[in-house]
């Protein structure tokens, strides 16, 4: 036979846990209708960088690849020639890929990176319905064309050699940079 307490007490004392969460603070979040910034330093998705004048940094080296805890990333680098100009110096990559059902964001990837071609973006919404979706190729990663920046191929435009582009040394050719060149 149940007590008075348990009869009366026990279903109010409930009934007031409810009311009293009724007026606490909502901590849900309407995502994806009200979608919250992330921290800035968040790991989402993956960005390939450019020079300023539109050049890939991306070398071809492939550390980041080895880096890859996960075996996330694939590069394959060529070189350069004086028709085909992707980056400053020798290599580029010619084929970049990254795996997204493999990666975890770790982040060792961009450390492992001399060029600092690779960062990562606060993206991340990376879900999708296919596999074949989810490896992102060197089109998908790379850095939009900003004011200013020309689609590669194309020469270096901005210093007389690969080191001026890593020592910082960039400045916009002018004809007489051609000219000098030309008498070389
Ligand atoms: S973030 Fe980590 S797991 Fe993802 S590609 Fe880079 S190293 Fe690999
Ligand atoms: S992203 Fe960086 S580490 Fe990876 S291949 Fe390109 S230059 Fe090398």
Redesign the pocket.
Known sequence: MPTLKEQFWDPVAGFGVTFRTMFKKVVTEQYPFDKKPTAPRFHGRHQ?NRWPDGLE?????????W?CPADA?Y?E?ASNTEDERYSPGERY?RV?QINYLRCILCGL??E???????TMTNEYELADNNRADLIYEKQDLLAPLLPGMEQPPHPMLLGDDDGDYYRGNLRPRTAETHESEEHR
């Open positions: 390939l940094k991306c070398i071809g080296c492939e550390l980041c690849a880096a990333i590069v680098g990559g970049y990837c961009i492992a990176c001399p060029t600092r071609a690779l």
